[in-house]
């Protein structure tokens, strides 16, 4: 998501209900990113500031906050998190509304209906948060104690749990592929904690491939191995699968979610699979080449649905003998039982009837002459107007921007791009321009599968 602005921080902070779902997202931003996190801070210090100036000023001996044990919240002033509890102050309402009025004194002074209304939300906010809240919010990686921690919606540790594996998460999270996601499964408002990692205690044959539901207590509810023995072009392969990201898009029945995770056995094959509030896997979407970073897309290829775009490889190769870098865009609601991408037959299931778009991007001269692998390797940016991805190589990048239908805008190349374009072309290994025209041409490249061959306009599979 973009970052959020100052107002919506400080509804959070002021604990409002009007954000509805988009305060849990915001959580989640908050938990990957150091700069609006430090803004939040820097808001939440603000009105704790003011708490012991409006006892002072008031002169009350009325003791109105009370005190809970939490985690403390690393910010990007606190160098690390500890390991044990602490009991931290939880500010009153009147004590955040006192910090107003000394900090700006004409707005309380005059009396004003919004002073006011604040003043009421932040009462309520007291009444709403005298118990301890126990729904999952958002989930954030501790790299110094390894633990994966949960949190609540007023920032207060739920649980936590050693992660056997620290550099996977880290390594998920820096490709943008999401290793936990909060979801309400079956629309009972209580939410579900899915985890694509493996945890300390771990037992499983195949944990690397198993996804874990926990509820708000940290309980395991279920665990689900993704991914089976199977065989493509008379090959076989074990069932021992690695997750590749993990996220939820509305299921057809209103309020409830449907989580989705993508799974590789190695590169080859890969699966994605649905999973609904049963907990059980419901269908599977095989495809030969890596697929990963599930990413909810709210409008999805100008279809006006959510959906999921994934990006990859594709390594069943085209009559050259050539992989290639895809983006797909999928909705999950359309499968069910057990189906296989129209790009990549070979397994002997069905195929899919869940693909909206396929895109195949173009490899150009420079990885030609380089003769490397390219693969789209991250959804850079996600928003109601742009689709950012990098494709890259061992040695280069390029960045495409698709409009929110898949409709390409432009190609940037990376400064490692240029510099690798420059020096082959010096050694006489290339001879083209990098230049706009040069841009434009590998853009002209992009390609699109309509279910039966590839189109060189944009195109939407046909089913």
């Known amino acids: 998501m973009t970052h959020p602005d100052e107002h919506t921080l400080e509804l959070i902070a002021a604990g409002s209900k009007s954000l509805g779902d988009l305060e849990s997202s915001v959580r989640r931003h908050l938990a990957e990113c150091e700069h609006c996190r430090q803004l939040f801070t820097e808001i939440q210090d603000y009105y704790s500031d003011v708490a012991d100036t409006f006892q002072k000023q008031s002169g009350s001996s009325e003791d109105l906050s009370s005190t809970v044990p939490v985690r403390s919240v690393s910010s990007p002033r606190s160098e690390s998190i500890e390991p044990r509890l602490q009991v931290v102050e939880r500010v009153s309402p009147y004590k955040l509304a006192s910090r107003l009025i000394i900090r700006h004194p004409i707005i309380s002074s005059a009396g004003t209906i919004g002073f006011l209304a604040l003043l009421g939300l932040l009462i309520a906010s007291s009444i709403r948060t005298s118990a301890r809240d126990t729904n999952p919010s958002y989930v954030r990686l501790n790299p110094q104690g390894i633990l994966i921690e949960v949190y609540n919606r007023e920032d207060q540790l739920l649980w936590s749990k050693p992660s056997l594996d620290v550099n996977e998460a880290l390594a998920l999270q820096n490709t943008h592929q999401r290793f936990a996601e909060i979801l309400n499964m079956t629309g009972d408002n209580r939410n579900e904690v899915a985890l694509a990692l493996k945890l300390g205690g771990d037992t499983d044959q195949w944990s690397n491939g198993t996804i874990r539901l926990l509820d708000g207590r940290g309980q395991v509810l279920t665990k689900i191995h993704l ?29 409830e979610r449907l989580l989705v995770a993508a799974a590789t056995n190695f590169r080859s094959p890969c699966v994605f699979s ?14 030969y080449g890596h697929l990963t970073s599930p990413t909810e897309a709210p409008d999805l290829a100008g279809k006006g649905k959510s959906g999921v775009l994934l990006i990859g490889m594709n390594d069943a190769a085209d009559s050259a003998g050539i ?53 789209a390797e991250v959804i850079n940016s996600l928003s109601k107007e742009r689709i950012n991805v990098l494709v ?47 841009l434009a041409h590998i853009m002209d490249g992009i390609q699109f599968w309509d279910g039966k061959s590839w189109k060189n306009e944009r195109t939407l599979v046909s089913q």
């Open 392 to 438: 890259s190589s061992k040695s280069v990048g390029l960045e495409f921007v698709f409009s929110s239908d898949l409709t390409p805008v432009e190609v940037k190349a990376t400064e490692r791009y240029i510099l690798m374009h420059e020096r082959l072309r010096k050694e006489g290994r290339i001879s083209s321009v990098l230049d706009r025209a040069y």
């Open 274 to 287: 649905v999973i609904d509030s049963s907990q059980r896997v419901i269908g599977e979407y095989w495809h």
């Open 323 to 375: 992989r290639f870098p895809v983006l797909l865009a999928l909705d999950p609601q359309r499968i069910h039982g057990t189906t296989e991408s129209f790009a990549s037959r070979g397994f002997g299931f069905p195929g899919s009837a869940a693909e909206i778009a396929y895109v195949r991007f173009p490899l150009g001269d420079v990885v030609q002459a380089l003769n490397e692998r390219m693969a």
């Open 227 to 255: 991914g089976s023995q199977i065989s493509f072009g008379g090959k076989q392969y074990s069932d021992d699968y690695t997750n590749r990201g993990i996220a939820s898009v509305p299921a057809a029945v209103a309020g």
